[in-house]
């Protein structure tokens, strides 16, 4: 299984950029789809962002459509969610996410492996 670390949150104000990245380990970083989960206080946690295994497909949710760009390294087992434009809506808790199946989806369920999150905090 592999393990996974996030990092680079914090607190910025509205319309600031904030880049997120995830350092995985464990077994070859390149087998598996990742994504990028949020979960706001008082609401279930949400896709945001998924990358296939190469990095060539990407999909967004609509909400962060235009604003957010998920990339990978995949020679140095990272993957990365830059957030542009932020809003106060996006404020949660960020979790990077990863499955072993090479299908790009979005239901939290069918993702295997969990980080422990890291905080984004929007300020209008």
């Known amino acids: 299984q592999v393990q996974l670390v996030e990092s680079g949150g914090g607190l910025v104000q509205a319309g600031d950029s904030l880049r997120l990245s995830c350092a995985a380990s464990g077994r070859t970083f390149s087998i598996y789809t990742m994504g990028w989960f949020r979960q706001a206080p008082g609401k279930e946690r949400e896709f945001v962002a998924g990358i296939s295994r190469s990095g060539v497909t990407t999909n967004y949710a609509d909400s962060v459509k235009g604003r957010f760009t998920i990339s990978r390294d995949n020679a140095k087992g990272s993957v990365s969610l830059q957030m542009n434009s932020l809003k106060p809506e996006d404020t949660a808790v960020y979790y990077c996410?990863?499955?072993?199946?090479?299908?790009?989806?979005?239901?939290?369920?069918?993702?295997?492996?969990w980080g422990q999150g890291t905080q984004v905090t929007v300020s209008s």
């Open positions: 996410a990863a499955r072993l199946s090479p299908l790009l989806t979005q239901g939290l369920h069918t993702y295997d492996s």
